[in-house]
């Protein structure tokens, strides 16, 4: 790659170049921060300075350390040796996910753009695995086979020289390691009929009391995410604390990291007092400040069942922490909330909305908070559409539901 300066207008060009699993942890996120936040440049001050930052930060890397040909730079080459690699081999179906998630990723962090010589190989790739992933529904592992024509065509695709760095792709790939012994028996056939009985999974569900019971559905920990925008003042802080005491309600252990209010600020108390039942303040914890970072997030998901953050944005960490923080504690339920920049979308990138199971809005309707509510506007475990009010802790419509029910009992 020849040297040149990399700037706002030309970073998407020249980064398709770039082998980014090869640049320092700190320029990855920068990276990750500059695909999810661009749109905004000209629009947020706080976006635009952090963007110039790691603009400076990677044109100085580069003039110090890299030096290296555009052919030894292209990760879809990496995926293709990956995936010719479990050609007659049979795959778990979480070794399928991992590769899957793996190669979205390097797709959506355009480590693979459209531009890319083998992007059609790609598209071709993550579309068969996805479709064989999702037919997996009562069977944990599958034989992948490859029709000979293709598998020849990306064969001569990496005949060319190894990338540099190879082993970072491999790192987050479906290894040999994964790679189950081969078996052609007929116990183990890739279709498996629906007259058989389900096969029981360890991840059940439960559903919290009340009201919020009905606005979450029926839910499960595992990899558990719940995200929360909306209006200022519209009462997400309080949505969060009532969403505490119904957790608690069940037994769960949580913690509020409150860094948009002090740990003295007297609204702490008047939450605590009005949306904390006092049976169950024992179980729920706060603090109001970071001292490790990420550090003090991970230390605590080993320790409680519940963590709620008011507000990501306070965290200083990039949006992919979060799904980070969900995937690498997966035991642990996380509740976060995102601010807005003024064209209405959480700062910092959409990724964690695509990442989390559940999505909430907080709308604010007037002044006097009353009318004030929080709606799924995505549901993996429920209905979405469905609206509480946080002023009087009930789902909107449910009353007038029931009336109408009693008259026609009568």
């Known amino acids: 790659m020849k040297k040149q ?3 706002f207008e030309n970073y998407n060009d020249v980064i398709t170049h770039v082998r980014l699993k090869t640049l320092p942890e700190i320029l990855q996120k920068g990276h990750q921060f500059f695909t999810e936040a661009q749109e905004f440049y000209f629009q947020e001050p706080e976006i635009k300075e952090t963007i110039d930052l790691y603009l ?15 052919q030894d730079m292209l990760a879809s080459v990496a995926f293709i040796r990956t995936f ?11 070794a399928l996910k991992k590769f899957i998630f793996s190669l979205q990723k390097a797709v959506t962090s355009k480590e693979i753009t459209k531009e890319d010589p083998y992007a059609a190989h790609i598209e071709e790739m993550q579309q068969k695995l996805i479709v064989q992933y999702n037919e997996m529904i009562l069977q944990d592992k599958v034989k992948i086979m490859i029709n000979r024509k293709w598998r020849l065509a990306l064969k001569k695709i990496t005949y060319q020289k190894p990338m540099e760095g190879l082993g970072s792709i491999d790192s987050m790939s479906p290894t040999k390691t994964n790679t189950l012994p081969i078996t052609t028996t007929k116990n183990d056939p890739l279709f498996t009929s629906f007259d058989q009985q389900p096969v029981k999974t360890n991840t059940p569900t439960f559903k919290l009391p009340g009201a919020m019971g009905e606005l979450l559905g029926d839910v499960e920990k595992f990899e558990l995410a719940i995200t929360i925008e909306g ?19 069940l037994g769960h252990k949580i913690a509020i990291f409150t860094l948009e209010i002090g740990g003295k600020s007297d609204l702490i108390n008047r939450m605590r007092e009005e949306y904390l039942s006092p049976k169950n303040r024992n179980r729920i914890s706060r603090a109001d ?8 997030i991970a230390s605590a998901a080993g320790v409680f069942d519940v963590i709620i953050i008011d507000s990501w944005n306070k965290t200083g960490l990039p949006s992919q922490d979060f799904d980070r923080l969900r995937k690498e504690y997966s035991n642990t339920i996380f509740i976060v909330i995102f601010q807005r920049t003024t064209q209405k979308t959480i700062r910092g990138g959409t990724a ?6 559940i999505n909430i809005e907080v709308v604010k309707v007037d002044d006097t908070f009353q009318n004030n509510y929080a709606v799924t506007t995505k549901n993996r475990y429920g209905i979405t559409g469905i609206k509480y009010n946080i002023f009087t802790k009930y789902i909107i419509g449910a009353a007038e539901v029931s009336a109408k029910e009693q008259i026609e009992i009568l």
């Open 289 to 296: 400040r970071l001292p490790n970072g990420y550090d003090t």
């Open 5 to 7: 300066y990399i700037s």
């Open 352 to 357: 964690p909305l695509y990442d989390a199971g």
């Open 84 to 94: 010719l690699e479990m050609h007659s081999t049979i795959q778990s179906k979480e």
């Open 231 to 249: 209006d200022q003042g519209g009462g997400k802080t309080r949505f969060t604390y009532q969403l505490a005491d119904a957790f608690a309600e």
């Open 56 to 70: 400076e930060q990677l044109n100085a890397h580069f003039l110090e350390n890299t030096k290296v040909k555009d």
